[in-house]
């Protein structure tokens, strides 16, 4: 299996000589489709990206949907059955929250893989050629630790994980400690201590100023319904 992603099922592929899997990388930030498909660049003989989409992809661009988490509420594990029908190409997650009950939803809703976002660009590739392969990719108890992240988020030039700036996009689109707990999958503890370590990073102290450096630095996606920074209740 490739190293240190933590999936299950593998099976080595036949090496015979076969068209670069073509993959449509999918986020609402712009800044996240490219940063993931810069990850993937060097290995473009195998896996090529041949479209960035913010919002839904066109149909039958892709052979695959690489379908990054970043800033999604995911209670709803992001409406991938819409993305599938839609888009008429199957979806794989990638996402630092590999909690049960979203991987266990993410595919019956129509997701051929659910990749930790702790993988290195080398294991993505292999992965994705799997899943191509007939395989259906999930993490492992022993899955990488989702901390560790690779590629590119809003406010990673500014010091924040992508835990930390993934909370703040939560709250600069109106999310409460609470509502972000209960469609992340955390506890409200943990909410509250990437809130506070991601507003010392930036040196800001109340809510409302966490939504104004949302909306100033590329926390919000486009089109988002985002409360105004004096009707933000207090944390």
């Not at 019956?108 to 050629?129: C, P």
Request: charged share 25%.
């Amino acid at each position: 299996m490739p190293s240190g992603d933590g999936a299950t099922n593998g099976a080595a592929t036949n090496g015979a000589a076969v068209a670069p899997l073509r993959v449509c990388v999918l986020n609402d930030y712009e800044i996240v489709v490219r940063g993931l498909a810069e990850m993937l660049r060097p290995h473009a003989g195998t896996v090529k990206v041949v479209q960035t989409a913010v919002g839904l992809p066109e149909p039958g661009a892709a052979d695959l949907v690489l379908y990054d988490t970043f800033g999604q509420q995911q209670a709803n594990v992001l409406d991938i059955d819409d993305i599938v029908r839609r888009a008429g190409t199957p979806v794989v997650v990638f996402t630092w929250n590999l909690d049960r009950v979203l991987v266990e939803e993410a595919v019956r809703r129509g997701a051929v893989g659910y990749l930790s976002k702790g993988m290195r660009a080398a294991d993505l590739v292999e992965a994705l050629l799997r899943i191509r392969d007939g395989e259906r990719l999930v993490p492992a108890p022993s899955a990488a630790n989702p901390d560790e992240v690779h590629g590119a988020w809003p406010g990673k030039s500014h010091g924040l994980s992508a835990r930390e700036a993934e909370m703040i996009a939560l709250v600069a689109q109106g999310l409460s400690n609470q509502e972000i707990a209960e469609r992340a999958y955390l506890s409200i503890n943990s909410v509250k201590t990437y809130l506070r370590t991601g507003y010392r990073k930036l040196g800001i102290e109340r809510r409302s100023q966490a939504v104004l450096w949302g909306l100033r630095h590329g926390l919000v996606p486009p089109d988002a319904d985002t409360p105004r920074p004096d009707a933000v209740e207090a944390d």
